[in-house]
């Protein structure tokens, strides 16, 4: 697995495909110029307000659009792809409001489009783009739920996080989560929690040698920080 | 006067009891719509509040419930609840007396909602939610007295301004309910009194005889006390030979972390081995109650505490209270002296104990104070808008209501009686729809208006999601501890979650006095063993680090005025002359700052005496300002009377530092990145409703869905800058952990009077803070940086590069 640690990204490479693993979360296909972006959750705000009642800052969308568009504009992407769980559930998407919804569509315009189905969303069918199940390119497949024994897999839905302890601080960033057979992203949407690296599910997925990739200001990437046995 | 029936003065006789001239006095002033006592602890002032109700209700003409009591601890109502008992067997009085709490039985519950008793003793928090209830003016018909004990603790907290604007709710319920206060003293009585009573109606105030002055002075020890630091371990034999000396010893301390370590070396000296205890706010509930219990039962000699007790109930045996570090406020000093001797009329007993050679000065500045019945205290301001916020929707969840009604009884708490309109209609705003700029959830308003007017719940089932959020205590994120075995394991307490984040397996802690090792987490608990193998790092607990009050600082900048200190022992003198020697001392009216290089570093000590919090700001915004004009400072330190900065590069002209505008300009821009204001916003946003409180099941099922409320701050922040919730948090941020307001108060009393001094070596006053712990790397160069050195090093370590 050749790694490589660099200013503001992390350079890898999965399956025979170079990588790079970016600070803002999406990761990055230099050679087929695709950016590719997990759990966005538009609409989480409206969605949460809907079901539970609770107000929170309706501004979320507006939040994760712009920094899709900073990546966009910074990678001059031809291929956007959204991993899943694009939109917090399909009701969201048809609540969206006008200026937003126009946002996306002038996002999307003059690129290739590919929303992946994720199990918050079967794809919002009512914006154009390629809608899919889960996409094979090269020796890349990218699905929203990791599978097992998987080769060169790109996948997201799990919102990894990594906590580091450094000088008797306590420091929590998401993650990517990286080994020799798959790569999980962390989520780009702007409401999002995370799962540790050091729970169960993440710890049976991921192979020994894992590494996080913590994402923030810059990428940094560490060993998968996991539980310990005992 | 009043003239107590033969039933009563009978059961005085013969019990051997005078009846008080305050509690004659109570029972004459009975009508009073209300009435505030001011007596000393031991003076008989619950059963002061409480004999106007047996009175009353000696005939057995009423029917439901007739007093209501509340106060600041659970422990306390059921304490109550078994003293008045005595009396009411005694006389055989057809009362029914029951306390209601978190604790108690959901059964029990219900029954006092169909059935109320004569006599519920309650805390705010379980009136607030009784309150919710739709059912609210049946369970309080017929209300007579409401008794609200120790209230001048309450009246400094968020859980008095939501106490108050429960009471406003009962009195529009129950409009001939009259109101009692019992405080300790207090430099302000005429405020508690406005706290209490219905605006703009007056309170009337009692004052009993203060009794004597306690019998207080510094504890003589064999060693002087260190140059710097807390915790006041040097002082341990001193200590000793006091328990051995008295009854039963209180050692109170201002935190939780040096009562762990300071009980762990007392017991390490405790070769006679003396009963002791220790208690604090982070031990499991167990702990906490074999430890009173054994109190209760006169079987320790001495406790280690902090300000958990405080409050509450009547110790009986306590001789002697030992303070351990300064006291940082006259009144709170006061009070706990109090906790020694409850006899009337006998003089309280206690002795301070500096931690370091500063608070000598300190602890001499609180002992004049004492003397002088000088006691300090701020005053509060307007209402805080949160706990306003929770109070609507508390109001929504017990049924329709009107927002014109409403605005009124609120202004007639005292604490809101300035509210204007537009702010209420704010709060209301926010309650209903979120209050944002973007009118994005009119759609789902919570709370609609009906096509009469009032304001009521979209979805009654959003009455149950309130009732889970009410109370203004906001805990910061803590885990429990236990031991680790089989069956679960005994717990011992809490440490935070922050804490937690930084433990390997492996790793020891203090808690609960015993030294523990860290075995792993399991849901959401920390499980530790005995297997202590090596030297413990210090639980990080979230207890309130207190900033030395104005009143006292100023009495310290008063004393540097003398001549001479006759006064302080003689290290002590000759270190204050030194230092008038080489440079001057601070004055009250003029800011001192010292420049000195040392150690190949160039330093910047400044004595602005605002307290610990304010000086860490005046650090934070003063290190702010120098990396922006090339400065280059590495960090600072802080503490109550000064901050202490270095850097690589001379500061030839402070003044600028200084600027008025300067300063807001960069806490407007520091407002934006501190954690502290992120801190202070999460408890705003769960005390007003925003989001919910952490419930230990919601977290360990939450995980993806769950996310800090960090990033609403920043949102908030960057896309409706002018929302109710921001606007409160930056309200708060003038007090409290960020008390910016003294920062302000220091400056306006210097007015632009600097005096630098330039100097060729480390002055007299500055080299403690050498020695002092929690220095601060400045921002920038920190985060990342070290975040990149530890990425580089765990990846060669693993021997992944």
């Given at each position: 697995?050749?790694?490589?640690?660099?200013?503001?990204?992390?350079?890898?490479?999965?399956?025979?495909?170079?990588?790079?693993?970016?600070?803002?979360?999406?990761?990055?296909?230099?050679?087929?110029?695709?950016?590719?972006?997990?759990?966005?959750?538009?609409?989480?705000?409206?969605?949460?307000?809907?079901?539970?009642?609770?107000?929170?800052?309706?501004?979320?969308?507006?939040?994760?659009?712009?920094?899709?568009?900073?990546?966009?504009?910074?990678?001059?992407?031809?291929?956007?792809?959204?991993?899943?769980?694009?939109?917090?559930?399909?009701?969201?998407?048809?609540?969206?409001?006008?200026?937003?919804?126009?946002?996306?569509?002038?996002?999307?315009?003059?690129?290739?489009?590919?929303?992946?189905?994720?199990?918050?969303?079967?794809?919002?069918?009512?914006?154009?783009?390629?809608?899919?199940?889960?996409?094979?390119?090269?020796?890349?497949?990218?699905?929203?739920?990791?599978?097992?024994?998987?080769?060169?897999?790109?996948?997201?839905?799990?919102?990894?996080?990594?906590?580091?302890?450094?000088?008797?601080?306590?420091?929590?960033?998401?993650?990517?989560?990286?080994?020799?057979?798959?790569?999980?992203?962390?989520?780009?949407?702007?409401?999002?929690?995370?799962?540790?690296?050091?729970?169960?599910?993440?710890?049976?997925?991921?192979?020994?040698?894992?590494?996080?990739?913590?994402?923030?200001?810059?990428?940094?990437?560490?060993?998968?920080?996991?539980?310990?046995?005992? | 006067?009043?003239?107590?029936?033969?039933?009563?003065?009978?059961?005085?006789?013969?019990?051997?009891?005078?009846?008080?001239?305050?509690?004659?006095?109570?029972?004459?002033?009975?009508?009073?719509?209300?009435?505030?006592?001011?007596?000393?602890?031991?003076?008989?002032?619950?059963?002061?509040?409480?004999?106007?109700?047996?009175?009353?209700?000696?005939?057995?003409?009423?029917?439901?419930?007739?007093?209501?009591?509340?106060?600041?601890?659970?422990?306390?109502?059921?304490?109550?609840?078994?003293?008045?008992?005595?009396?009411?067997?005694?006389?055989?009085?057809?009362?029914?007396?029951?306390?209601?709490?978190?604790?108690?039985?959901?059964?029990?519950?219900?029954?006092?909602?169909?059935?109320?008793?004569?006599?519920?003793?309650?805390?705010?928090?379980?009136?607030?939610?009784?309150?919710?209830?739709?059912?609210?003016?049946?369970?309080?018909?017929?209300?007579?007295?409401?008794?609200?004990?120790?209230?001048?603790?309450?009246?400094?907290?968020?859980?008095?301004?939501?106490?108050?604007?429960?009471?406003?709710?009962?009195?529009?319920?129950?409009?001939?309910?009259?109101?009692?206060?019992?405080?300790?003293?207090?430099?302000?009585?005429?405020?508690?009194?406005?706290?209490?009573?219905?605006?703009?109606?007056?309170?009337?105030?009692?004052?009993?005889?203060?009794?004597?002055?306690p019998d207080i002075a510094m504890l003589k020890t064999d060693m002087?006390p260190?140059?710097?630091?807390?915790g006041g371990r040097y002082a341990i034999p001193a200590v000793l030979d006091q328990i051995r000396g008295h009854r039963t010893t209180l050692i109170f301390h201002?935190?939780?972390?040096?009562a762990?370590?300071f009980f762990?070396d007392l017991w390490?000296a405790n070769t006679d081995a003396l009963p002791i205890g220790?208690?604090?706010?982070?031990?499991?509930?167990?702990?906490?109650?074999?430890?009173?219990?054994?109190?209760?039962?006169?079987?320790l000699r001495a406790i280690v505490c902090?300000?958990?007790?405080?409050?509450?109930?009547?110790w009986?045996d306590v001789d002697l209270v030992i303070q351990v570090g300064?006291?940082?406020?006259?009144?709170?000093?006061?009070?706990r002296v109090?906790r020694a001797n409850?006899?009337?009329?006998?003089p309280s007993k206690a002795l301070l104990v500096p931690a370091?050679?500063?608070?000598?000065?300190?602890c001499?500045?609180?002992?004049?104070?004492?003397?002088?019945?000088?006691?300090?205290?701020?005053?509060?301001?307007?209402?805080?808008?949160?706990?306003?916020?929770?109070?609507?929707?508390?109001?929504?969840?017990?049924?329709?209501?009107?927002?014109?009604?409403?605005?009124?009884?609120?202004?007639?708490?005292?604490?809101?009686?300035?509210?204007?309109?537009?702010?209420?209609?704010?709060?209301?705003?926010?309650?209903?729809?979120?209050?944002?700029?973007?009118?994005?959830?009119?759609?789902?308003?919570?709370?609609?208006?009906?096509?009469?007017?009032?304001?009521?719940?979209?979805?009654?089932?959003?009455?149950?999601?309130?009732?889970?959020?009410?109370?203004?205590?906001?805990?910061?994120?803590?885990?429990?501890?236990?031991?680790?075995?089989?069956?679960?394991?005994?717990?011992?307490?809490?440490?935070?979650?922050?804490?937690?984040?930084?433990?390997?397996?492996?790793?020891?802690?203090?808690?609960?006095?015993?030294?523990?090792?860290?075995?792993?987490?399991?849901?959401?608990?920390?499980?530790?063993?005995?297997?202590?193998?090596?030297?413990?790092?210090?639980?990080?607990?979230?207890?309130?680090?207190?900033?030395?009050?104005?009143?006292?600082?100023?009495?310290?900048?008063?004393?540097?005025?003398?001549?001479?200190?006759?006064?302080?022992?003689?290290?002590?003198?000759?270190?204050?002359?030194?230092?008038?020697?080489?440079?001057?001392?601070?004055?009250?009216?003029?800011?001192?700052?010292?420049?000195?290089?040392?150690?190949?570093?160039?330093?910047?000590?400044?004595?602005?005496?605002?307290?610990?919090?304010?000086?860490?700001?005046?650090?934070?915004?003063?290190?702010?300002?120098?990396?922006?004009?090339?400065?280059?400072?590495?960090?600072?330190?802080?503490?109550?009377?000064?901050?202490?900065?270095?850097?690589?590069?001379?500061?030839?002209?402070?003044?600028?530092?200084?600027?008025?505008?300067?300063?807001?300009?960069?806490?407007?821009?520091?407002?934006?990145?501190?954690?502290?204001?992120?801190?202070?916003?999460?408890?705003?946003?769960?005390?007003?409703?925003?989001?919910?409180?952490?419930?230990?099941?919601?977290?360990?099922?939450?995980?993806?869905?769950?996310?800090?409320?960090?990033?609403?701050?920043?949102?908030?922040?960057?896309?409706?800058?002018?929302?109710?919730?921001?606007?409160?948090?930056?309200?708060?941020?003038?007090?409290?952990?960020?008390?910016?307001?003294?920062?302000?108060?220091?400056?306006?009393?210097?007015?632009?009077?600097?005096?630098?001094?330039?100097?060729?070596?480390?002055?007299?006053?500055?080299?403690?803070?050498?020695?002092?712990?929690?220095?601060?790397?400045?921002?920038?160069?920190?985060?990342?940086?070290?975040?990149?050195?530890?990425?580089?090093?765990?990846?060669?370590?693993?021997?992944?590069?």
């Open positions: 697995m050749r790694f490589e640690q660099r200013m503001n990204d992390v350079r890898f490479s999965l399956n025979g495909a170079e990588l790079s693993a970016r600070a803002s979360g999406a990761l990055w296909w230099p050679a087929e110029r695709m950016l590719c972006v997990s759990d966005l959750h538009l609409g989480k705000s409206e969605r949460l307000a809907r079901r539970t009642g609770q107000y929170l800052p309706p501004y979320e969308v507006r939040e994760t659009l712009s920094r899709l568009e900073d990546e966009i504009a910074a990678t001059d992407a031809a291929t956007v792809l959204c991993l899943g769980d694009s939109f917090d559930d399909l009701s969201a998407v048809n609540t969206l409001p006008e200026d937003e919804v126009l946002w996306l569509t002038r996002l999307m315009a003059g690129r290739r489009w590919i929303w992946i189905e994720g199990n918050h969303d079967p794809g919002p069918l009512d914006f154009g783009g390629t809608h899919l199940a889960e996409l094979q390119r090269g020796p890349l497949t990218f699905r929203h739920i990791a599978a097992a024994d998987p080769v060169g897999e790109v996948s997201g839905h799990y919102h990894p996080k990594a906590r580091l302890a450094v000088r008797g601080q306590s420091l929590t960033r998401p993650c990517f989560l990286i080994d020799g057979r798959r790569v999980i992203l962390p989520a780009f949407g702007t409401y999002t929690g995370g799962l540790r690296s050091d729970a169960a599910e993440l710890c049976a997925l991921m192979a020994p040698d894992a590494r996080a990739v913590l994402i923030g200001k810059t990428a940094q990437a560490i060993p998968m920080p996991r539980g310990r046995v005992g | 006067m009043a003239t107590l029936s033969p039933l009563f003065s009978n059961w005085f006789a013969a019990r051997g009891w005078q009846v008080h001239p305050h509690q004659r006095d109570m029972l004459a002033r009975a009508d009073a719509p209300a009435q505030l006592l001011i007596a000393p602890t031991g003076g008989g002032k619950t059963l002061a509040g409480f004999l106007p109700t047996l009175v009353e209700l000696a005939d057995g003409d009423h029917t439901g419930l007739h007093t209501l009591y509340i106060s600041p601890l659970k422990a306390l109502a059921a304490d109550i609840r078994r003293n008045l008992r005595t009396p009411v067997d005694d006389m055989a009085l057809p009362i029914r007396i029951e306390d209601r709490t978190g604790d108690t039985s959901y059964t029990q519950r219900r029954r006092q909602r169909a059935d109320p008793p004569h006599i519920l003793l309650t805390t705010p928090e379980s009136l607030a939610l009784l309150l919710s209830y739709e059912d609210a003016p049946r369970i309080f018909k017929g209300l007579q007295r409401v008794v609200v004990d120790e209230i001048h603790a309450l009246a400094e907290s968020k859980r008095g301004d939501q106490l108050m604007l429960g009471l406003a709710r009962l009195s529009t319920l129950c409009p001939d309910l009259r109101r009692v206060g019992l405080s300790a003293t207090v430099e302000d009585p005429g405020a508690i009194a406005r706290f209490l009573a219905r605006h703009p109606d007056p309170c009337d105030i009692l004052q009993a005889d203060p009794g004597p002055d002087p260190p140059w710097a630091g807390g201002n935190t939780r972390a040096q762990e370590l762990r390490m220790i208690h604090h706010g982070s031990l499991a509930r167990e702990q906490r109650e074999k430890v009173e219990a054994a109190m209760v039962a006169g079987d902090t300000g958990s007790l405080d409050l509450g109930i009547d009986g300064a006291p940082k406020n006259v009144k709170r000093l006061v009070q109090g409850h006899r009337y009329n006998a370091n050679r500063f608070e000598i000065v300190e001499v500045a609180a002992l004049q104070a004492v003397r002088a019945h000088h006691l300090d205290g701020d005053p509060r301001g307007p209402g805080p808008r949160d706990v306003l916020c929770q109070h609507i929707l508390i109001t929504a969840a017990a049924g329709p209501f009107d927002a014109d009604a409403l605005y009124t009884e609120v202004s007639r708490a005292g604490a809101y009686a300035t509210l204007t309109r537009a702010e209420f209609d704010a709060c209301l705003d926010f309650a209903a729809t979120g209050g944002y700029a973007l009118r994005a959830y009119d759609r789902y308003q919570r709370l609609p208006q009906r096509p009469d007017g009032q304001w009521q719940l979209r979805d009654p089932r959003a009455a149950r999601q309130i009732r889970m959020n009410i109370g203004t205590i906001v805990d910061t994120e803590t885990l429990k501890v236990r031991l680790k075995n089989t069956r679960g394991g005994a717990p011992l307490g809490e440490v935070e979650e922050s804490f937690a984040a930084t433990l390997t397996p492996g790793d020891t802690f203090l808690i609960g006095g015993q030294t523990v090792r860290y075995e792993g987490l399991r849901e959401m608990t920390v499980e530790v063993t005995r297997r202590a193998d090596k030297p413990p790092k210090i639980a990080v607990f979230s207890g309130t680090k207190f900033a030395t009050s104005t009143q006292l600082s100023d009495r310290i900048l008063s004393m540097f005025r003398q001549p001479d200190w006759p006064e302080l022992p003689r290290h002590t003198a000759d270190w204050l002359r030194l230092q008038r020697e080489v440079s001057q001392l601070p004055q009250a009216d003029r800011l001192l700052v010292e420049s000195f290089p040392h150690d190949g570093r160039e330093h910047l000590c400044i004595y602005g005496f605002a307290g610990r919090n304010a000086q860490q700001t005046l650090g934070l915004l003063v290190t702010q300002r120098m990396e922006e004009t090339g400065l280059h400072p590495l960090g600072f330190v802080s503490t109550d009377y000064a901050t202490l900065i270095w850097g690589l590069d001379p500061v030839r002209d402070p003044a600028p530092l200084f600027a008025s505008d300067t300063l807001h300009r960069g806490f407007e821009t520091w407002l934006s990145s501190n954690a502290v204001m992120k801190r202070t916003f999460r408890s705003t946003a769960v005390i007003a409703g925003l989001i919910d409180r952490n419930t230990p099941g919601k977290r360990k099922s939450g995980r993806q869905a769950t996310f800090s409320s960090d990033i609403l701050y920043d949102t908030l922040l960057k896309y409706d800058p002018d929302h109710l919730m921001l606007a409160i948090t930056r309200e708060e941020a003038l007090r409290g952990l960020v008390d910016f307001g003294r920062i302000e108060q220091m400056l306006a009393r210097v007015q632009g009077r600097i005096d630098h001094v330039t100097l060729p070596r480390v002055t007299p006053l500055a080299a403690p803070l050498f020695l002092e712990a929690g220095r601060i790397p400045v921002k920038g160069a920190a985060q990342e940086r070290l975040l990149a050195d530890a990425a580089e090093q765990l990846m060669a370590t693993a021997g992944l590069s």
